[in-house]
């Protein structure tokens, strides 16, 4: 069986609780940006395990390497050197058609800025993925009003995004990062865009739906307050982890 096949039948094996294979493992990620003739070295030689279910922070100042971490955890960019196990599977190495599938079937991915489907209603936004994956309308359907009614927007399943308050926009995002019950969720300042009181209620319902649907999750932010509301922090420094 080659990578994609073994991406394509998805987590079989790789139960929550399987606490003997990490979600995700980072062995001497590197990553450097040349531009103008300069060399920079954001990440230099990034080590991380993230055991099924484990919530970690990733912390850093502005600038620091969060995001193209992220990224390469994503499997959004190339360019990378070192090794990105994602259950147990090496995804550095897949082809764009098997990074495709790992990210579809493995993974869910909030943005500060939430990227919801404008034409789109909120059921339809947390829909849409299922119907990629192969789910069933019906099913989709419900597995939507449940997440959206878990994050307290049972009466908003058919507004637009434009009709939604920033707060809400970014709980369709979290649902719809949910929506097809990945192993790990990649979060990139899922909470930046909000003033201080909506961030602190929805990172809490992220991270209960979160522990609720025993996913893992690897949360950049900037944030120390809310860092430590997960179960681990990480910091980047000088391209490495600490
Ligand atoms: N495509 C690129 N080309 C050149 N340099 C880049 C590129 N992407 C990122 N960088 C540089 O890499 C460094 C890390 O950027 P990154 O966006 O990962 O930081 P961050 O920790 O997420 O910051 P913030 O908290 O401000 O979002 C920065 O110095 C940035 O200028």
């Given at each position: 069986?080659n990578d994609a096949?073994?991406?394509?039948?998805?987590?079989?094996?790789?139960?929550?609780?399987?606490?003997?294979?990490?979600?995700?493992?980072?062995?001497?990620?590197?990553?450097?940006?040349?531009?103008?003739?300069?060399?920079?070295?954001?990440?230099?030689?990034?080590?991380?395990?993230?055991?099924?279910?484990?919530?970690?922070?990733?912390?850093?100042?502005?600038?620091?390497?969060?995001?193209?971490?992220?990224?390469?955890?994503?499997?959004?960019?190339?360019?990378?050197?070192?090794?990105?196990?994602?259950?147990?599977?090496?995804?550095?190495k897949l082809d764009a058609h098997g990074r495709t599938?790992?990210?579809?079937?493995?993974?869910?991915?909030?943005?500060?800025?939430?990227?919801?489907?404008?034409?789109?209603?909120?059921?339809?936004?947390?829909?849409?993925?299922?119907?990629?994956?192969?789910?069933?309308?019906?099913?989709?359907?419900?597995?939507?009003?449940?997440?959206?009614?878990?994050?307290?927007?049972?009466?908003?399943?058919?507004?637009?995004?434009?009709?939604?308050?920033?707060?809400?926009?970014?709980?369709?995002?979290?649902?719809?990062?949910?929506?097809?019950?990945?192993?790990?969720?990649?979060?990139?300042?899922?909470?930046?865009?909000?003033?201080?009181?909506?961030?602190?209620?929805?990172?809490?319902?992220?991270?209960?739906?979160?522990?609720?649907?025993?996913?893992?999750?690897?949360?950049?932010?900037?944030?120390?307050?809310?860092?430590?509301?997960?179960?681990?922090?990480?910091?980047?420094?000088?391209?490495?982890?600490?």
């Amino acid at each position: 069986m080659n990578d994609a096949s073994n991406a394509a039948h998805g987590r079989r094996g790789f139960a929550a609780s399987d606490g003997a294979h990490p979600v995700l493992q980072l062995t001497a990620l590197s990553r450097s940006f040349t531009q103008g003739g300069e060399t920079i070295d954001v990440l230099r030689g990034v080590d991380l395990a993230i055991a099924p279910g484990e919530i970690v922070a990733l912390l850093g100042p502005s600038g620091s390497g969060k995001s193209t971490l992220l990224q390469a955890v994503g499997l959004l960019e190339g360019g990378f050197d070192g090794s990105i196990r994602i259950m147990d599977e090496e995804a550095a190495k897949l082809d764009a058609h098997g990074r495709t599938i790992v990210r579809r079937d493995r993974l869910g991915f909030v943005y500060q800025f939430h990227h919801l489907l404008p034409d789109f209603n909120a059921t339809e936004n947390v829909v849409l993925p299922q119907l990629v994956h192969g789910a069933h309308r019906r099913d989709a359907d419900e597995r939507a009003a449940g997440l959206l009614t878990a994050l307290g927007l049972g009466h908003r399943l058919t507004h637009r995004p434009s009709q939604l308050s920033g707060g809400e926009q970014q709980r369709v995002a979290v649902a719809r990062a949910l929506a097809n019950r990945p192993a790990l969720v990649l979060a990139d300042e899922p909470t930046g865009n909000l003033d201080e009181s909506t961030a602190d209620i929805v990172l809490a319902e992220f991270l209960r739906l979160v522990r609720g649907e025993g996913s893992a999750a690897l949360v950049a932010t900037h944030n120390e307050r809310l860092a430590r509301k997960m179960d681990r922090v990480v910091r980047l420094h000088e391209g490495r982890l600490q």
